[in-house]
């Protein structure tokens, strides 16, 4: 292969799917850190129930991931 016909690794596609997995990334890793003190202050619960929302919220998280690729890819 030439040079010409080498494609380059950072093209609009891969910047795109770069700042999609940094927002994905941002986004998951603020919502651990807020969600347990939201329920604490805002909702007035108790710890237990803190700790059982963010169980459920990266249990959900964790079972959905196999399935996302396969549902990204029938509707792209």
């Known amino acids: 292969m030439s040079a010409a016909t080498v494609p380059h690794l950072w093209n609009k596609s ?14 998951y890793f603020a919502q651990t850190t807020i969600l347990p003190i939201y329920i604490l202050n805002e909702l007035h619960g108790t710890m237990a129930q803190a700790g059982l ?3 459920l919220f990266m249990v959900s998280a964790i079972a959905v991931r196999p399935f996302s690729g396969l549902i990204i890819e029938k509707l792209a």
């Open 14 to 27: 891969f910047i795109l799917c770069l700042l999609n997995n940094l927002f994905l990334f941002i986004f």
């Open 53 to 55: 929302a963010m169980t």
